[in-house]
């Protein structure tokens, strides 16, 4: 552990030094790409190579470091191998106890009172009754999520009825004293029932009536309660969850009522606390966020309402992911823009059941129940798999049944990389050893053998090929599709994190020390996905040496692979104000919640005890490490979130509630004005009414389009959302910026030419070569709609000719300034890399005083300048570039701004409307 330590600590001061050296120069840029990293001036390719540069010498010198240790400790004989692992238990929960608290402290200054609670109760048991601790703290944190379901349920009867996380505290603490208390008197008069036994089954009874939170459908609107029913099916989805759970909850307490040697946990219980404490508001709301929201609505109805061919016609942002929450939004619920919110929630929980099972499977009741308490499922779905297949595919019942194993195997990962590719790849290539490892062992046990007699075999093995074999175009062209925009991922997604300063949340007690918290505030954040990698290969050490565990430390470099391939994006993209952002829920799944797993079967390996409860402790503590409160595990956050400002652990009272109180800014679909098919679209909820404009300025242009041609597709709405909002066919991809490259760019525009869309939102400095194929392809922009159109459409629809179709259509009387920023600089310094680009016998100097009479966008796409003296430029200046056409007409769009640094300035001219002779 303490090799570990020091580690960490040599890597933090060195990343700390290092940052500006691997990430201060330029990006080399092979693309004209203008987005954070340009605009920066940063290199956010050298700040990547610097983390890999630490990970894996950091790897090494830790292996390194533990062989020369373990061969010293041996000559010394100072290593115990005989362990005893059943005496683990309690100080495994100590650490799951200390570490969290002390994290959520230290890095937020926030005080937990559920945390210290518990420790408090963990160091008294510890001392007075150790046996005793696991009941007691059972009896505390199933007192604490009994009493809140009662309270929810009477919340949902009693309107207005406010309770504060002080209040909850108040009766949750004494009522889980007075439990324990009569419990431990009925130990000491050594009576034949087992009182806390009881407790904990009847406690568990009650748990059901945290899902109620989810039938809320009371809306507080313009003054007035009115209810607004959810679809059927998700009514019934939640009640017969209720249902169930209680018939389970109440079967078992009979069960187990007379039982005295073991308190049961069924494993419904933690799937109960973890379903409620991953709650996410389901209100009849449509998402005003049209991009984050949008992406994951559309999809469904492009290729099952309008029958797109996936990555043909219709390409979805990233991964297929949408799928299942369009799945319950479409077939099971209503069908409406305002059922995507209760769909997300269905989703929610059933990964939430799902995860939480196969942690039950793992490591029983207790120990699930922690993890229920500590963790939560994200909003952000992408990496839902991940967990899921992990903790299936090391089950022990499961490894020893190895042709079904290897069957799961390649069809969870097969599943993986359609709902998310990077994902499905990280589960593929992490879990290969372990693959191979019981491919092998399947033939040279005999298994294999054995098998080919069996029909079943056969039966089996040919409906997963058949799958596979079915799948495979459109397999080869989601890989076709991903490797074309991996190649801008870092110059188009990348934010540097040089040069960020700490929110206010991370460590506030430091502000009067800004050096030392930036410092803290750089090493913590490119440092902690090291270390739980680290983690992962300490662990994997120790269980290797250990010869009847060895095949199992397969799962440890599982853990650690996946996660090293979800690092090749997730750190790409290092968002302001956040501690890992997109890194966070991997890191989190993987190191927080799949390591402690392998921990409790594993860990008897580790030769300290109190380095696994620290290990352990440290899992636990990630939560805590990362986010401040509830909301920040909310991404893409939905509009109304009750607990968003709630603390992570047993911090629930803002989920009392009777009644969501619908913003001023929103409006009921009645109330919209719009016509009915529009409602009908929209559905029976709520929308903010701001972005009506939008759905009935779209329209007026959809719908002359639609009264021309049935097959009419549309290219870059303001928002993919609007594309279910209109019930509208969609041109290739609903968000052109995601493309940023050339071939990114040329892949959407070869999809999109086939039947040339309407485009609306252009934005020519994000879609540089999209606006140059539209000026080629002859697109004609009508400032009455607002929207760009071919020009035999055009043609159509205002019976124009050759001579008035751009009378009062000139783009550039509409087009808007552009300010580059340092992206210029940054493309200057890129002159050797971006030379591929440029056109040979098309490149012209043009020096001072030596200018042609005029030069247009059609012959030159960039102007260099280099200024010879920059020293007496301020740092910071801005230079500003205008010019007029041939009748001496000058235009807003004809001015380009950038930022000067050290004066060499390749500024890309081509999508400054400006530029072109319209």
Not at 21 to 37: K, M, P, R, S, Y
Not at 393 to 399: A, Q
Not at 736 to 749: H, L, M, N, T, V
Not at 888 to 894: I, K, L, R, V, Y
Request: hydrophobic share 45%; with cysteine.
């Amino acid at each position: 552990m303490i090799i570990l330590f020091l580690l960490i600590l040599i890597a933090a001061i060195a990343a700390y030094r290092l940052l500006p050296l691997f990430g201060g120069g330029h990006q080399a840029f092979t693309d004209i790409i203008i987005e954070n990293v340009s605009a920066s001036g940063l290199n956010k390719a050298g700040e990547l190579q610097l983390f890999w540069l630490i990970l894996i010498t950091g790897a090494f010198l830790l292996l390194l470091s533990l062989f020369l240790h373990t061969r010293l400790a041996e000559k010394r004989e100072t290593t115990d191998s005989s362990i005893d692992f059943s005496q683990y238990r309690f100080p495994l929960f100590g650490g799951i106890l200390i570490f969290p608290f002390l994290s959520y402290l230290i890095v937020f200054q926030k005080f937990s009172v559920p945390l210290f609670t518990g420790l408090l109760i963990f160091i008294f048991c510890h001392f007075f009754c150790q046996k005793e601790t696991g009941r007691i703290l059972l009896i505390f944190v199933l007192s604490y999520y009994a009493l809140t379901s009662v309270l929810t349920i009477l919340t949902q009867l009693w309107d207005g009825m406010k309770i504060s996380s002080g209040t909850l505290y108040l009766f949750s603490i004494p009522t889980g004293l007075i439990l324990s208390a009569a419990f431990l008197r009925s130990e000491s008069k050594k009576k034949s029932v087992n009182l806390g036994n009881r407790l904990i089954l009847i406690l568990q009874c009650l748990l059901p009536g945290l899902l109620t939170i989810w039938l809320v459908d009371d809306y507080l609107y313009q003054g007035k309660l009115i209810q607004v029913p959810y679809a059927l099916g998700y009514t019934l989805f939640f009640l017969v969850f209720i249902l169930i759970s209680a018939i389970l909850l109440i079967r078992q307490a009979v069960r187990f009522w007379n039982e005295n040697s073991h308190y049961f946990i069924g494993s419904i219980t933690p799937i109960l606390i973890f379903v409620y404490h991953s709650f996410c508001a389901a209100p009849m709301y449509a998402q005003p966020d049209q991009h984050h929201h949008g992406e994951q609505m559309i999809p469904w109805n492009q290729v099952f309402d309008f029958g797109q061919s996936l990555y043909k016609e219709y390409t979805p942002v990233s991964g297929l992911f949408p799928f299942v929450n369009g799945f319950f939004q479409n077939l099971w619920l209503g069908n409406t823009v305002t059922d995507y919110s209760p769909a997300i929630s269905i989703t929610m929980v059933i990964f939430c059941i799902l995860t939480m099972y196969l942690i039950y499977r793992h490591v029983g009741g207790a120990y699930a129940t922690a993890f229920a308490v500590f963790f939560t499922l994200p909003c952000y779905n992408r990496q839902y798999m991940v967990l899921p297949v992990l903790l299936l595919l090391t089950l022990p019942g499961l490894l020893k049944k190895k042709n079904l194993w290897l069957w799961l195997w390649i069809f969870s990962c097969f599943l993986s990389g359609f709902y998310y590719p990077l994902f499905g790849a990280a589960l593929l290539i992490g879990t290969f050893p372990l693959g191979i490892y019981q491919f092998f062992t399947f033939i040279k046990s005999g298994g294999l053998k054995g098998r080919l007699k069996k029909p079943l075999f056969y039966i089996a093995w040919g409906i997963l090929i058949i799958i596979v074999t079915e799948s495979l175009p459109l397999l080869l062209r989601m890989l076709r599709h991903t490797l074309t925009y991996s190649s801008q991922t870092v110059m188009a997604d990348g934010i540097p994190l040089l040069g960020q300063t700490p929110p206010d949340a991370f460590m506030p007690y430091l502000a009067a020390f800004p050096g030392l918290r930036q410092g803290a505030y750089l090493s913590f954040r490119f440092l902690l996905p090291a270390a739980g990698v680290w983690i992962f290969f300490y662990c994997f050490y120790y269980v290797i040496k250990k010869r009847a565990l060895r095949s199992y430390a397969l799962f440890f470099i599982a853990g650690a692979l996946t996660l090293m391939v979800s690092y090749s994006y997730t750190l790409v993209r290092a968002d302001i104000d956040k501690i890992l952002s997109r890194t966070s829920y991997t890191l989190i799944a993987v190191t927080g919640m799949f390591l402690p797993v392998l921990l409790i079967h594993y860990g008897k390996a580790i030769p300290k005890r109190s380095t696994l409860s620290a290990f352990m402790g440290i899992c636990f503590a990630l939560p805590m490490m990362i986010y401040a409160q509830v909301s920040w595990t909310k991404n893409p956050d939905l509009w109304v979130y009750p607990d968003g400002e709630s603390q992570l652990v047993m911090d629930d009272a803002a989920k009392l509630f009777s009644s969501y109180e619908v913003p001023e800014t929103f409006l009921k679909s009645e109330d919209t004005g719009l016509p009915a098919k529009y409602q009908k679209l929209l559905g029976s909820g709520f929308m903010v009414s701001d972005q009506l404009h939008y759905i009935t300025d779209y329209a007026s242009v959809t719908e002359k389009c639609e009264a021309i041609s049935e097959n009419m597709t549309y290219m870059a709405l303001d928002g993919q959302g609007f594309y279910d909002y209109l019930g509208i066919r969609c041109s290739a991809t609903g968000y052109i910026p995601a493309a940023r490259s050339y071939e990114a760019q040329k892949e959407i525009w070869d999809a999109a030419s086939q039947n040339l869309p309407v485009v609306f939102y252009l934005q020519p400095e994000s879609s540089y070569y999209i606006f140059r194929f539209m000026l080629e392809a002859g697109y004609v922009y009508c400032a009455e709609d607002k929207a760009f159109y071919p020009s035999s459409l055009y043609n159509s629809l205002y019976d124009a000719d050759a001579v008035c179709i751009y009378d009062g259509d000139d783009y550039r009387l509409y087009a808007p300034a552009t300010d580059f920023g340092l992206s210029p600089e940054s493309f200057g310094a890129s002159m050797d890399s971006l030379s591929e680009i440029f056109v040979a016998d098309a490149q012209k100097s043009l020096k001072e005083r030596n200018l042609p009479d005029s030069f247009e966008g059609t012959v030159y796409d960039f102007l260099y300048l280099e200024f010879s003296d920059t020293a007496n430029i301020p740092e910071g200046s801005h230079l500003t570039l205008t010019w007029s056409d041939v009748e001496g007409n000058s235009f807003e769009g004809s001015l380009a701004a950038c930022l000067i640094k050290e004066g060499q300035l390749l500024i890309p001219m081509g999508m400054n409307p400006g530029f072109f002779p319209l």
